[in-house]
Antibody
């Protein structure tokens, strides 16, 4: 059974960089799409972007200037970096696996990141 | 961006009755090459990640009960729960994965009447 688990700081200061890692177990990261999605408190879901197992990336244009998603196949992990954060980046961040066409079939439990001084 | 608009925003249905949620896409999500609609439905409960219910507009996800069904093509889609169970109380989202940025509907809150 594939499992995904997000990890990283729960608090980030404004203007700093949010860094999260998703560890994949029960399957190889050397295939599929690997995505980040977030949900601000009380709001809907927002797609941040994905990295394909080949290393190619696709980002939400609204975040593209601040986002980097990377893959570490040796650790079966992928990561999210979002720089210059503001309070608007406070959200539960989810990692997810995408199958053919990027159908997101497995998700992490999510981790709350709060941007606060 | 491809805007997905769900209706209604909230819905109260009696146990055992049918629930229907609609999703209208501002652009077609039907890919001509493979004839697939790049549209999924997710169920979201508090404190849990979204759960994939339906993909390719009408294919049920693994382990999803057959009371959940999806239909539609192009720009208009429907999620139907044929006989509402108590555990179906949740927020439901449609999502398109056809174009960048991938987008979600605003969500429909389903409650028991």
């Amino acid at each position: 059974q594939v499992q995904l688990q997000e990890s990283g700081p729960g608090l980030v200061k404004p203007s700093e960089t949010l860094s999260l890692t998703c560890t994949v177990s029960g399957g190889s990261i050397s295939s599929y799409y690997w995505s980040w999605i977030r949900q601000p408190p009380g709001k809907g879901l927002e797609w941040i972007g994905y990295i394909y197992y080949t290393g190619s990336t696709n980002y939400n244009p609204s975040l593209e200037s601040r986002v980097t998603i990377s893959l570490d196949t040796s650790k079966n992990q992928f990561s999210l970096k979002l720089n210059s954060v503001t309070a608007a980046d406070t959200a539960v961040y989810y990692c997810a696996r995408g199958g053919y066409g990027d159908v997101k079939d497995y998700w992490g439990q999510g981790t709350l990141v709060t941007v606060t001084s | 961006d491809n805007v997905l608009t769900q209706s209604p925003d909230s819905l109260a249905v009696s146990l055992g009755e049918r629930a229907t949620i609609n999703c209208k896409s501002s652009q077609s999500v039907l890919y001509s090459s493979d004839k697939k609609n790049y549209l999924a439905w997710y169920q979201k409960k508090p404190g849990q990640p979204p759960k994939l219910l339906i993909y390719w507009a009408s294919t049920r996800g693994s382990g999803v009960p057959d009371r959940f069904s999806g239909s539609g093509s192009g720009t208009d889609f429907t999620l139907t729960i044929s006989s509402l169970q108590a555990e179906d109380v949740a927020v439901y989202y449609c999502q398109q994965y056809y174009s960048t940025p991938q987008t979600f509907g605003q969500g429909t809150r389903l409650e028991i009447k």
